[in-house]
């Protein structure tokens, strides 16, 4: 009798914790759907309200079965604990700087350059972004590292305030084996605004502009900080891809789109100098 009782109530155990499971991926889903709706589609369709009560449901149950929390879990954007100093990270892909033109014949020398290594070349014209240029790197569709640019070859790794970031996927839409982007961190002016208003109530020294203020957010230790900044991002290039080939820039900029990735892809392409 004891035994056939044990039976019952292991098999009756395994049924709960399959729920809990099943609740847990289920609210996992769904948030991270809904997150990407509003910061990445600027499409939500759901309130606030809705989307916090399901966070907080989320949060408990992790807690009280951390064995079960998603490795894409939505409860990561609130940061996690501080760490005492940044590790180094060698870009294996160099993150070069952006030339700068300040005039028509700077442009028109640029496209002479660019004509006598390439034959017929394509133009795509993006917003250049005031910000703070980083790398994120995703194996097997999941973000695993992200770091600052430094000096091109050597930055720092910021991982956990990356993911503070809502509009940055923790989980690609296909289970790709090696992804590497780049992308512009920066505050809106929103965000600037309250920031600034937040630091002159206490007394604090105020930022100058957004770029310095989404720079010191992003290299704070404790990313429980950085998440409440409100950063924002932009992908602009693949740094690099395993398995897929791509014949343009617009290609790529559209299939980061697909995967879930916030771009300026406005697809304006030109044939000539005089029309960029």
Do not use: C, W
């Not at 965000?191 to 105020?206: G, W």
């Not at 879930?260 to 697809?267: D, R």
């Amino acid at each position: 009798v004891y035994k056939v009782d044990i039976i019952i109530l292991r098999k009756h155990m395994e049924e709960i914790m399959e729920e809990i499971r099943s609740r847990i991926i289920y609210l996992t889903e769904t948030l991270n759907y809904h997150n990407k709706k509003y910061y990445v589609d600027d499409a939500p369709e759901i309130s606030d309200f809705e989307f916090d009560a399901m966070l907080v449901e989320l949060e408990k149950l992790e807690a009280e079965y951390p064995e079960l929390k998603m490795p894409d879990s939505p409860t990561m954007r609130v940061g996690g604990e501080a760490v005492s100093q940044f590790n180094e990270v060698v870009h294996s892909v160099p993150m070069q700087s952006l030339q700068k033109a300040f005039s028509s014949d700077e442009i028109k020398d640029f496209d002479r350059r660019v004509r006598e290594t390439i034959e017929n070349p394509v133009y795509v014209v993006e917003h250049k972004i005031d910000g703070l240029s980083v790398s994120i790197e995703y194996t097997d569709g999941f973000l695993t590292r992200a770091s600052t640019r430094g000096n091109g070859v050597i930055g720092e790794e910021i991982t956990e305030n990356v993911k503070t970031i809502r509009s940055v996927p923790i989980r690609l839409k296909d289970p790709i084996p090696l992804l590497e982007v780049r992308g512009e961190v920066f505050m809106p002016d929103d965000a600037f605004r309250r920031l600034n208003e937040s630091l002159e109530d206490t007394e604090q020294p105020l930022f100058a502009n957004p770029r310095n203020a989404a720079a010191g957010s992003l290299r704070q230790l404790d990313s429980k900080i950085a998440a409440k900044r409100g950063l924002d991002i932009f992908v602009f290039n693949i740094q690099q891809v395993d398995g897929i080939l791509f014949e343009s820039h617009i290609d790529a900029l559209k299939f980061l789109k697909e995967q879930g990735f916030k771009t300026i892809l406005n697809e304006r392409t030109f044939n000539s100098i005089e029309d960029v």
